[in-house]
């Protein structure tokens, strides 16, 4: 069973930066979209950050300016660089993704991490 595998996570200063992967576990065929959600104690859900397969990205108001997301193909990785964090920021972060298990399918499915925390306090 193919997973997605996230790391990078972890308590930062207000100000600071860190960086999230996420790979799936085993080798596919190929990738679509991949992004980036987070969710905070008693809230929704919600898209941070997406990424195309052309490389077209999509952002969320809040993070425009100070995040990066970013992909490796022949890694089959995501990456979010996270800058100038702020407490709100703080969040359990989730990878998501279309993948083609392999070239007999014509299909993709979505996948989910099983999330990372990022904490952001002084």
């Known amino acids: 069973q193919v997973q997605l595998v996230e790391s990078g996570g972890g308590l930062v200063q207000p100000g600071g930066s860190l960086r999230l992967s996420c790979a799936p576990s085993a080798s596919i065929f190929s990738i679509g979209f991949m992004g980036w959600y987070r969710q905070a104690p008693g809230k929704q859900r919600e898209l941070v950050a997406a990424?195309?397969?052309?490389?077209?990205?999509n952002y969320a108001d809040s993070v425009k300016g100070r995040f990066t997301i970013s992909r490796d193909n022949a890694k089959n990785t995501v990456y979010l660089q996270m800058n100038s964090l702020k407490p709100e920021d703080t969040a359990v972060y989730y990878c998501?993704?279309?993948?083609?298990?392999?070239?007999?399918?014509?299909?993709?499915?979505?996948?989910w991490g099983q999330g990372t925390q990022v904490t952001v306090s002084s």
């Open positions: 990424i195309a397969s052309t490389g077209s990205t």
């Open positions: 998501n993704a279309d993948l083609r298990l392999d070239s007999r399918n014509t299909y993709y499915n979505s996948y």
